[in-house]
């Protein structure tokens, strides 16, 4: 089993981290929004909405609507665990998809996240990765900074994102709902 790098944490606790298991944690972000677009194509479908209005389907006006959530969930799991495992970047999938699309991504995604391993992340916990979020902003980061931070707040911020978008619609889901792929 691959050793984890020592790090602090709140209250002085020193607790061993292991970066594969993010793929673990990933993979069920997945398997949740997936079962929450489900469950929002079944509420829509009898609501006699089409699969393209609820794709479009926004929080607030100003937000990025279900479609964006969706492509960020597919593209943040893959590119972070490649760039951190240190292995070429799957290309981002774009915006403009429709249902059965987002689907298959979603298989995609999660049969990528299959394949890895633990030794491609053994010993890459200070591997410097620097990457450009914005023009004028591009930290360089240990690798297991940006996964345990930056991507994985991104990851549950956009599924927390998917999961009130559909609750705003009044899609019948609950907390239970994010935990499809268990615990």
Do not use: C
């Not at 673990?24 to 079962?35: K, P, T």
């Amino acid at each position: 089993m691959a050793e984890g790098r020592l790090f602090t944490i709140a209250g002085g606790q020193i607790v061993p981290v292991i970066l594969y298991t993010f793929v673990g944690l990933y993979d069920r972000a997945l398997v949740a929004a997936s079962h929450l677009l489900d469950k929002g194509v079944d509420y829509a479908s009898a609501q006699g909405i089409s699969e393209s209005e609820m794709l479009n389907w926004r929080l607030i006006d100003d937000m990025q609507p279900l479609s964006f959530q969706l492509m960020v969930l597919v593209n943040f799991s893959q590119q972070w665990t490649a760039r951190v495992a240190g292995l070429p970047v799957p290309e981002w999938i774009r915006l403009e998809q429709d249902l059965p699309t987002f689907r298959q991504k979603i298989a995609e995604a999660r049969d990528y996240l299959a394949a890895l391993t633990p030794e491609q992340f053994e010993g890459r916990d200070d591997v410097p990765i620097s990457y450009k979020i914005t023009d004028g902003l591009e930290p360089t980061l240990p690798a297991g900074r940006w996964l345990s931070g930056f991507a994985t707040t991104n990851l549950y911020f956009h599924l927390s994102t998917l999961y009130g978008i559909l609750r705003a619609h009044g899609v019948p889901i609950g907390k239970a709902d994010l935990f499809a792929a268990g615990f």
